[in-house]
C-alpha cells in the first residue's frame, strides 16, 4: 500500500516488444514509426518547446478553455477524484489543474519514464497532500493500473487532443479501456482539436523555428538508440500536411538521399523521396468526438470551446 506522498516507480515497457514493434515497421511496405516513439526524454522537451511556439494553438487555446470555465468543469467533475493523467509529460497540465479539481490521488502515466521521473520529483515538494504514483507504461495497447490505485472517482484525464493520434478505431478501443476501467463515479476529461483552416492546421506541424521539425527529425535518434539501427539523421527531412480526405495532419520524415540502414538481424535501403511515416493527427468535428465518446460507453457529456471553436474540452461521466 502506498503512504501519502509517496511516488511509485514502476515501468513496464519491455525493451524486446518496443525492438519487435520498431523493426515490423520499419520493414513495412510503406515505412512507419509510432508516434510514442517521439518522446524520449529531448523528445519531451522538444513538444514542451512546440507548445510554445505561436504556430501551434492548440495548447494555448486549451489553457485558455480550463482559465474561463475552469470553475464550471470543476464542478461538474467534483472534489476527491483519482486523477489519472495519461501521457503526462511534464504533468503541468494536471498541475495546474489541483488548486480546482482538489484529486485525493494522482496517478501520472507516460511511456517517458525518465522524464516523468523529473517532472514528479518537484510536483511532491509543490503538492504534499496528495497522493502519488509515476507509471512508465505505453497505455496505446492496454491500460493496467495497480490495485492500489483507488477504483472510486476515477477520472482520467487525456488533454492536448493526444486522441488525435491514434486512428478513429483505436481511438475507440481505447476509450472503451478507460471506460471499462471507471466504476459508476468515474469519468473521463479529455482535450479534442476540432477542424479549422487548413493553413492555421499545416502551420502548426510545420513552424518557421523547425522545432517540428528537429521534434520528428529526432525520433530517429530514438530509434538508433533503442534498436540499435543506424539511421543519418542529417540525410532525413521533415514533411508535415493537412490530409483532408482523412482529416489529419500527417508527418513523415523523407530521405533526401538513396541510402541503406541496418539494425540488428535486419536492414532496408530507402530511395531519396521515400518517406517513413511517424505520426497522424486527427481533428475531428465535436459532433464527432461526442459520438465516439457514446459509443465508447460514455454519457452525461458536457463540453466547453473557445470562442473560434478550435478546440473543446469534454467531460463525460461512466
Ligand atoms: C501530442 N500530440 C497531441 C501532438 C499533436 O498535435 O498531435 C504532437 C505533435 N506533433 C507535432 N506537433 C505536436
Sequence with gaps: ?????QTDTRRSVSATSIQAELSTGLLAAEAVISPKFLYDALGSRLFEAICELPEYYPTRTEAAIFARYGADIARAIGPGATLIDLGA?????????????????????????????????SLRQRFPHIEMTALG??????????????????????????????TPDQALAFLRRARAQCDRDGGLLIGVDLIKDEQVLSDAYDDALGVTGAFNLNVLRHVNLLLGA?????????????NRDDSRIEMHLEAQRDMQVSWPGAARSFARGECIHTENSYKYRKSGVIGLLEQAGFQALHSWTDPDEWFAVIHARA
Design 1 to 5: 500500500m502506498l503512504t501519502q506522498c
Design 89 to 121: 509529460g511534464n504533468c503541468a497540465k494536471a498541475a495546474s489543474l489541483f488548486p480546482l479539481l482538489h484529486p485525493d490521488q494522482y496517478v501520472a502515466i507516460d511511456i517517458s519514464w525518465d522524464f516523468l521521473q523529473q517532472s514528479l520529483l
Design 137 to 166: 507504461q505505453d497505455f496505446s495497447s492496454r491500460l493496467d493500473l495497480p490495485a492500489d490505485v483507488s477504483p472510486a472517482r476515477r477520472l482520467f484525464f487525456y488533454p492536448g487532443s493526444s486522441i488525435g493520434n491514434f
Design 230 to 242: 543506424d539511421f543519418d539523421v542529417r540525410g532525413w527531412r521533415h514533411k508535415a500536411f493537412f
